[in-house]
Structures are given as structure tokens and as C-alpha cells.
């Protein structure tokens, strides 16, 4: 009798065993998936479930009925689980996100027969000479190096991530430029670490103004506030208030999304923050490739009570999103207007930035995107040009 009680443990142990070394393979699994949220806790409570059950089933300690009335309620709950899981993910995919825009830049591309670049109505007074400088930058600001490239670069096809004029973000562009792998980026001024890390690689950033830009925020379209002071924005991002009733809105929780660090729009919120601390932002985990897990700072997800933040001409221009409402701020709406006459309160310069390049043709270059034709070009995109174009 001792030894079929002993028999009955070793083979429940083997199976816990083999039973475990399963979850585990699958807990891994779905981490590199990017599931982290619900269905690694899942399969550990399946498992712990499914091995009482077999216990039982060695042991007998649960009368039949019970066992029985037991374990179909238990699947029964599990089933529940991952049906109401799955609803509320699918509801929370359904939202638009500005990324889920997936702006097309191939259209933006230089010298394409059906390009959105804007053009100048007359011949370019300046052409780039052999040495082409090598360009890249911001998103958003793509369509207007772009068209600049288009009327002084020579004519052939210029890839958007290897060529003389590529676009990988306001972060990699700093990079870029910083190491010594592009010559002039176009981007909004650059963050604290991207400062420190040109000091570290002995770089000094050079830095000219261009054109002009309005940071702005914008909620869902259905939500009633129409606009916010910056010392309301700085109690949102701080989280010193959290509820848009608080602004005259709904009663709800404000959720209030971030960008990436070092991006372009993250380093304008933490500059509009001064001295308040930006709380930290919401954040989900993701897979890339097969590196492994990254956390990644959650996107625009157009909940009826979020907000973001954007640069005008990205968020008005190149993703024309009727889901969502541009805040006033202070009053004030952004708009081209409103950037000229400095009435926007968050409103400033962009930039062409340099460093260490020893091209001839930086100087020239700069001086015709101030120039009359340069700056045309400017407000033919759909920026604020810097000087006066007439």
C-alpha cells in the first residue's frame, strides 16, 4: 500500500514536471511575441489548474462529483477569460493611431513623376556642385528638405534610408550627423542628450534657422474641451491633474500619451515642461525581430479621452485625421497665422543643423534656403518661412 502511495507521487511529480517545462516554453514563447500582459499569468494559472486536477485524479481526495462539477467550471472560467481579453483588445485595436496613418513618403520622394514636393515657379538660382551634401532629418520635415534637394541636387533616384537624402527620425539624424554620416539634418532643436552626446564625440552643433512650426496637441473629436492653457498642459504631463472634468470635459481619466525620447515632439514637451517633471509615460511591450523584447513608448491611440502631441504641419498636412481636434492653446489656434504673427504661444524655429563637415557646398547651401527661392519653398510646403520672400 506504502509503495503504490509512493508510485502515485513519483508519477505525479514526473508529470508537474513535464507540465511545467511546458509552460515555461510557452510563457518564453509568448514574451517574445510581445504578450506580456495577460497570457503568460494565463497559462500559469491554466497549468496549476490542470495539475490539482491531475492530482486528484491520482490521488482521489475530491469526491467524483465534485471533481468533476470543479473542473468544468474552472475551463469554463478560462474560457470566459480569454473570450473577454480578446473583446477588449480588439476594441482598443480598433482606434486609429497617428502611426496607424502609415504616412506614404515615397510620395514625397525627389525627382518621382507623381511627387507631392512642392516646386518653385522659376528656374533654382543655385545648384549643388560634385560634392552633394548628405541630408537626412525629421518625418516631418522630409517633404521640405526633399523639395529642396529636388531643385539644386542633380536629377536621379535618391533612396530614402542610403542615399545623399534619406529621412530616419529626429533621433537617428542627430546620430548621423553627430558620427560624421550626414552633413545637414532638419529637425526642432535638439534634446539634452543629443547635446551631450555631440559633447562627448568633441561636435558642435551649428545650428540655423529655417522656418518656423507650432507644436500642438489635439484629443479625440468627440471631447468637449476645445482648448487648454500651457500651465493646464504642464498639470496634465506632470500628473498633477487627471481627469478631464477638471477642464469643464467629461468625467473620465485623461490619458495622456508620449513620444519616444530624443524624438523631435518628446524633447518640444519636455522644453514646455521648464522645470516640472513629465511623469512617465504609458508604455507597452514589443518585439523587434528577433532581438528580444523592447519597451516602447505607447502611440497615439485615439481614445475618446487621450491626448497627444504633434508638430502642425505632420498632424494638420501629412495625416489628415478627422477623428481627431487640435487643442487652442491659450486661446489661440495653430495656424500658419497665428506661427507668423507669434500669437501661438508654442511656436519656434526648426532648423538645419551641421557639425564637423568639411563640404564646400555647406555655406552655399544654407544661404540659398534663407534666400528668397529657399524660403519660398518653405511656405510652399506648408511651414512658416524665417525671412521675408519678397
Not at 297 to 326: D, L, Q
Request: proline content about 5%; glycine content about 6%; hydrophobic content about 45%.
Amino acid at each position: 500500500m506504502e509503495s503504490n502511495f509512493w508510485l502515485r507521487l513519483i508519477l505525479f511529480l514526473a508529470i508537474s514536471f513535464m507540465f511545467i517545462i511546458f509552460g515555461f516554453a510557452i510563457i518564453f514563447f509568448l514574451l517574445l511575441t510581445g504578450e506580456v500582459i495577460f497570457y503568460p499569468t494565463f497559462i500559469a494559472i491554466v497549468i496549476a489548474g490542470l495539475l490539482f486536477f491531475i492530482c486528484n485524479g491520482i490521488f482521489h481526495f475530491l469526491k467524483p462529483k465534485i471533481w468533476k462539477i470543479s473542473a468544468i467550471t474552472f475551463f469554463m472560467l478560462c474560457i470566459v477569460a480569454v473570450v473577454v481579453f480578446e473583446q477588449i483588445k480588439a476594441y482598443h485595436n480598433s482606434f486609429e493611431t497617428m502611426e496607424d496613418q502609415e504616412v506614404d513618403l515615397y510620395t514625397y520622394q525627389p525627382f518621382e513623376k507623381e511627387s507631392n514636393l512642392a516646386t518653385l515657379d522659376n528656374p533654382t538660382n543655385f545648384k549643388m556642385g560634385d560634392e552633394l551634401l548628405v541630408l537626412d532629418g525629421a518625418t516631418a520635415l522630409y517633404p521640405l528638405y526633399a523639395a529642396i534637394a529636388q531643385a539644386t541636387y542633380p536629377e536621379k533616384e535618391y533612396d530614402m534610408y542610403s542615399s545623399e537624402v534619406m529621412v530616419n527620425t529626429t533621433p537617428d539624424a542627430y546620430q548621423n550627423l553627430i558620427n560624421g554620416r550626414a552633413d545637414v539634418i532638419f529637425v526642432a532643436g535638439p534634446s539634452e542628450q543629443q547635446l551631450q552626446d555631440a559633447e562627448e564625440r568633441d561636435v558642435e552643433l551649428e545650428m540655423t534657422p529655417i522656418g518656423r512650426e507650432a507644436f500642438v496637441f489635439f484629443v479625440n473629436a468627440e471631447n468637449p474641451v476645445k482648448g487648454l492653457s500651457v500651465r493646464q498642459i504642464r498639470d496634465v504631463y506632470s500628473g498633477k491633474v487627471d481627469n478631464w472634468k477638471t477642464f469643464g470635459g467629461n468625467n473620465e481619466k485623461i490619458r495622456a500619451f508620449q513620444r519616444p525620447v530624443d524624438s523631435g515632439s518628446q524633447t518640444a514637451l519636455i522644453n514646455l515642461m521648464g522645470n516640472t517633471t513629465v511623469v512617465e509615460a504609458p508604455k507597452e511591450n514589443v518585439v523587434e525581430g528577433m532581438g528580444g523584447i523592447i519597451e516602447e513608448t505607447a502611440r497615439y491611440r485615439n481614445y475618446p479621452n487621450a491626448i497627444g502631441f504633434s508638430f502642425r504641419y505632420f498632424s494638420m498636412e501629412m495625416v489628415k485625421n478627422n477623428a481627431i481636434r487640435h487643442l487652442e492653446i491659450d486661446g489661440v489656434f495653430p495656424s500658419k497665422e497665428t506661427i507668423q504673427d507669434d500669437t501661438y504661444p508654442l511656436a519656434s524655429d526648426f532648423y538645419a543643423v551641421t557639425a564637423a563637415s568639411n563640404n564646400p557646398n555647406i555655406e552655399p547651401f544654407l544661404e540659398w534656403i534663407l534666400s528668397p527661392q529657399g524660403q519660398s519653398l518653405v511656405e510652399k510646403t506648408g511651414y512658416v518661412p524665417i525671412t521675408n520672400i519678397e
